[in-house]
């Protein structure tokens, strides 16, 4: 499926793509471009149907949208120092704000909303958008990595804490008060986000090789796994399906890795809990087994697991052709169970999911040795 900048209004999507996030339940997508701002509906995998664009402000490169609301928070690079907030539906300006610096990120949820800048983090009263705290004592954060609890009524923020390691502040977004910080990772962070009843975080380093789970708001650890090896990359989103039971981390390459997050009963439970293998069409005893595709013998190379798992993570490229790869990150999120992945492809398109060309690894239990 592919939305084509040839179509126009409303089906394409015009101008280099810029940035591109899912909301707080995962039921819309936002697509800022040159042009100005798209938002669409996620009821499947299957097609994205458009609910609104606006070509008011150009150069939008962080756009976000409360729920299913028609609240939208748009900030444009002709301005990046301003956050303009919009009721869509009516076409009015709810308010605008200024800040010292630009605007590397925007958070909400139906209680807060905040700003992060490099050094800063502005927290606002969504009701009324009146600034209620500003967290000057940021270590420099040139990506604007943060994450905000989607449950309002916790509101738990989460931001780094140190320069030179993984060290994560929690700070509580009601009480405007430190919770604690949680030694994540040696290296320094690269990833982190809440579940969506703000009681587990996870969080992943610059090396993206191990990924840790922690409990809210005590900060103890609850899970590891292990990306990789051998292999540094950038992980770019993390994200838990709305049950929690599912954790899927997007990076710089076109493999997805999904984790199910659950303790082991057995004598492996005291190491990590779920460990990756690298899937060529073969099957690997304790997988998440998928049903076997039609009219495939389960036994026939390269048309196992893989393949399988192909028709749980559908391929369909779609969006706009992109001059420029790089300047959108892959970002991920869970409709139900069934995730979806947003990747810059080399031919400039953007993948729902990996192609078929790619890799696909898959989780498994860590029971190599079973049976032995």
Not at 23 to 30: E, K, R, V
Not at 354 to 360: E, G, L, Y
């Amino acid at each position: 499926m592919e939305a084509e900048a040839a179509d126009g209004p409303p089906g394409g999507i015009e101008g280099t793509l810029s940035c591109f996030s899912f909301n707080q339940d995962c039921t819309s997508l936002a697509i800022g471009t040159k042009a100005g701002y798209k938002l669409f509906s996620l009821s499947s995998v299957e097609r994205l149907d458009q609910v609104h664009g606006s070509n008011e402000i150009p150069d939008v490169y962080i756009v976000e949208r409360l729920f299913s609301s028609s609240l939208v928070v748009v900030v444009s690079r002709t301005k990046p120092r301003q956050m303009n907030v919009y009721h869509f539906k009516k076409g009015t300006e709810i308010c605008n704000y200024s800040y010292s610096s630009n605007i590397l990120s925007i958070r909400l949820n139906r209680q807060r909303l905040l700003v992060c800048l490099e050094e800063s983090i502005y927290i606002h009263n969504i009701k009324d958008m009146k600034l209620l705290k500003t967290i000057l004592d940021v270590p420099a954060n040139p990506t604007g990595l943060c994450a905000l609890s989607i449950n309002h009524s916790n509101s738990y923020v989460a931001y780094p804490g140190s320069l030179t390691t993984g060290e994560i502040v929690l700070y509580d977004g009601h009480s405007l008060k430190t919770v604690c910080t949680i030694a994540a990772h040696e290296g320094t962070l690269a990833a982190v986000t809440f579940n969506a009843s703000g009681s587990k975080l996870a969080s992943a380093s610059e090396k993206g090789t191990v990924i840790r789970v922690f409990s809210v708001p005590d900060g103890q650890k609850l899970y590891e796994f292990r990306r990789g090896m051998k292999r540094y990359v950038t992980i770019s989103s993390l994200v838990f399906s709305m049950d929690s039971q599912f954790l899927c981390a997007s990076s710089n390459t076109e493999t997805v890795h999904i984790f199910k997050l659950e303790h082991l009963t057995n004598r492996w439970s005291t190491r990590r809990a779920f460990d990756l293998e690298w899937l060529h069409g073969e099957d690997v005893h304790g997988c998440f087994q998928l049903p076997p595709r039609p009219g495939v013998g389960h036994d026939e190379p390269g048309q196992g697991l893989c393949h399988r798992a192909f028709e749980f993570l559908r391929t369909e490229e779609h969006l706009h052709p992109l001059n420029d790869p790089e300047t959108a990150e892959a970002v991920s999120c869970f409709i139900g169970r069934k995730p979806l992945h947003l990747q810059p492809g080399p031919s400039g398109r953007r993948r729902v999911c990996p192609n078929q060309d790619s890799q696909v690894a898959w989780l498994r239990n860590n029971r190599r040795e079973q049976g032995k």
